[in-house]
T-cell receptor, first 111, second 113 residues
Framework: GQNIDQPTEMTATEGAIVQINCTYQ??????LFWYQQHAGEAPTFLSY????GLEEKGRFSSFLSRSKGYSYLLLKELQMKDSASYLC????????????FGKGTTLSVSS | ETGVTQTPRHLVMGMTNKKSLKCEQH?????MYWYKQSAKKPLELMFV???????ENNSVPSRFSPECPNSSHLFLHLHTLQPEDSALYLC????????????FGPGTRLTVT
């Protein structure tokens, strides 16, 4: 089966750096995605990792270690607008393009 | 026109009603998805369509019936729902291959009374 774990809640202050971890178990790993979802809104795509290493995109970076079944999303120079839920999702070869989502990590950024 | 649109945005229905949710994508994608999002639960995949063909039905009760008339439109027909079906229903689309990141619509907030 598939299992995705991420912390339920995190808090941080403006300007800080926060790392949101995600561990997963899947038999046919074929990519890991991070999405951001503000309250009452649709999830929006942040990043994609399929090979080991770090992908950087502005203030956001995502890391993947396939051997450890582990990923993290790194958010730098936090802003109030970064307060949202961050969803880790995994794609399995047997499931085609379908994604399996974790429960999400609610990040609260305070001033 | 925004990428993925959904109508209605809010829906209240009784357990004996029949209603339909509509999703339309303007991104030229050929895969579409229905997800259910309930409080404190992960996004649950319900149905997947690739090139208008249903490729996944994730053990969804028959009171939910999807329809995909073409690669741009997706419907979710609802009948005799239960109060526990109250949730946010999200539609998404993607390319059918490659990185295939999914783009989500704003969702329909469904309340079953």
């Amino acid at each position: 089966g598939q299992n995705i774990d991420q912390p339920t809640e995190m808090t941080a202050t403006e300007g800080a750096i926060v790392q949101i971890n995600c561990t997963y178990q899947t038999s046919g790993f074929n990519g890991l995605f991070w999405y951001q979802q503000h309250a009452g809104e649709a999830p929006t795509f942040l990043s994609y990792n399929v090979l080991d290493g770090l992908e950087e995109k502005g203030r956001f970076s995502s890391f993947l270690s396939r051997s450890k079944g582990y990923s993290y999303l790194l958010l730098k120079e936090l802003q109030m607008k970064d307060s949202a839920s961050y969803l880790c999702a995994v794609r399995d070869r047997q499931a085609g393009t379908a994604l399996i989502f974790g429960k999400g990590t609610t990040l609260s950024v305070s001033s | 026109e925004t990428g993925v649109t959904q109508t209605p945005r809010h829906l209240v229905m009784g357990m004996t009603n029949k209603k339909s949710l509509k999703c339309e994508q303007h991104l030229g994608h050929n895969a579409m998805y229905w997800y259910k999002q309930s409080a404190k639960k992960p996004l649950e995949l319900m149905f997947v369509y690739n090139f208008k063909e249903q490729t996944e039905n994730n053990s969804v009760p028959s009171r939910f019936s999807p329809e995909c008339p073409n690669s741009s439109h997706l419907f979710l027909h609802l009948h005799t729902l239960q109060p526990e079906d109250s949730a946010l229903y999200l539609c998404a689309s993607s390319q059918a291959g490659g990185r295939a990141e999914q783009y989500f619509g704003p969702g329909t907030r469904l309340t079953v009374t």
